[in-house]
């Protein structure tokens, strides 16, 4: 029996790799551990609940005001410790945290294998986003299977040199996350508070965005808030208090706005299904909401998803004022604009990613 040990730490991370958790488990051939950073807190447990899953280690790094240095470096020391006690065959990452860089990097000093979930996104610009352009990188330097959700990212790791043979495409866990969490008959007191309204859902947390651009992004909400009452504007709110004191100065005036305290992935999954529009800064999202049909403007300057701009699921929007209101009345005045967006292809896979990773590691650690 193999041992395989999954370790993530944000909620975003939680979200994609509970469904590979539960597959995994499913199968006799596998002892599945799991280890949790606790990068994010709350949040995380959260997704652990939905889920079902009970971590077999926590490192509980989280602490007020920590650094990305403090983050690396306790993440290192302590899984070390796990991995010693564990003895896995294989570690398995997801994407881009500091959790999964600072864990990859201890996998390879420790001289075991890393499998690399969501592998080969790329901006080509390593300070945006900040760190996780740098993250993705280093971890494809270390990774032993690369498990690319695209043609296109397993395009950038050949680019880079990675092995063919260690490439596979496989579609996105988070594709499959909403297979589990979508209701048709879910109620929540936020959609009793939309009723018929287009609803504009909003996440904004992203660290490169902070100050001027994350002010510039509120501005431009509040702009067409006041401009179109008849709207809904929902936005479950990241927990760091800078962000929420940001929005609280520009956007807590308004009425047709609610700000909330970060959702459950049930809560949040089935909120987006009955979103008019997404307007994000956030990667997942950019996967998530183009499955459920939901046009998505993504307030950055770039994006290491660029098979949703090219199937049209996704508009990259920028930061600045008038992009984004140009973008968002768009969507609101022009029914084929907005058809066009909505019908696009899904790039992201059909919900099999899970299963197609299981099989893979079945078939390349038994041989």
């Keep these: 029996m193999k041992r395989i040990l999954v370790i993530f730490g944000t909620r975003p991370e939680a979200i994609k790799m509970c469904p590979l958790v539960l597959e995994l488990k499913s199968r006799e051939e596998f002892e599945t551990i799991v280890c949790v950073s606790g990068q994010h807190r709350e949040m995380l447990d959260q997704v652990l609940d939905v889920f079902g899953i009970v971590p077999d280690h926590d490192l509980s790094i989280m602490k007020p005001r920590q650094t990305l240095n403090d983050l690396t470096t306790n993440i290192m020391t302590r899984l070390k410790k796990v991995l010693e006690l564990e003895n896995p065959d294989l570690v398995l990452v997801h994407g881009d945290t500091t959790t999964t860089f600072a864990a990859s990097l201890t996998c390879f000093y420790e001289n075991i294998p890393v499998g690399h979930v ?125 962000i929420r004191a940001t929005a609280d100065r520009i956007l807590g005036h308004l009425d047709n706005l609610l700000l ?59 930061t600045q004022i008038e992009e984004i209101t140009t973008a968002l009345y768009q969507l609101l005045d022009d029914q084929a604009e907005y058809d066009r967006m909505s019908q696009a292809r899904n790039p992201y896979g059909d919900g099999t990613a899970s299963r197609q990773i299981a099989q893979i590691l079945s078939e390349t650690m038994n041989r």
Excluded: C
């Excluded at 994000?280 to 999202?285: K, L, N, Q, V, Y």
């Design 260 to 318: 909330i305290p970060p959702l459950d992935v049930l809560e949040f999954h089935n909120i987006m299904a009955r979103a008019y529009v997404v307007m994000t800064d956030s990667g997942g999202i950019q996967e998530e909401a183009p499955a459920l049909g939901i046009p998505v403007l993504v307030m950055r300057n770039t994006t290491e998803r660029p098979e949703g701009i090219e199937s049209g699921t996704l508009k990259l929007v920028g």
């Design 118 to 242: 969501e592998a080969g996104l790329r901006t080509f610009d390593i300070h945006s986003p900040f760190p996780e352009e740098f993250n993705r990188r280093a971890v494809s330097l270390v990774a032993d299977l690369h498990f690319a959700p695209t043609a296109t990212a397993r395009e950038n790791l050949l680019r880079e040199g990675v092995d063919p043979a260690r490439v596979f495409v496989t579609g996105n866990t988070a594709i499959d996350a909403l297979r589990t969490t979508i209701s048709p008959d879910f109620e929540h007191d936020v959609l009793d508070w939309v009723g018929d309204s287009k609803m504009i859902l909003i996440t904004a947390h992203r660290r490169e965005n902070q100050g001027e651009p994350m002010d510039h992004m509120f501005q431009a909400l509040a702009q067409i808030l006041q401009e179109r009452p008849e709207l809904k504007a929902v936005y479950p709110i990241h927990l760091n208090p800078d």
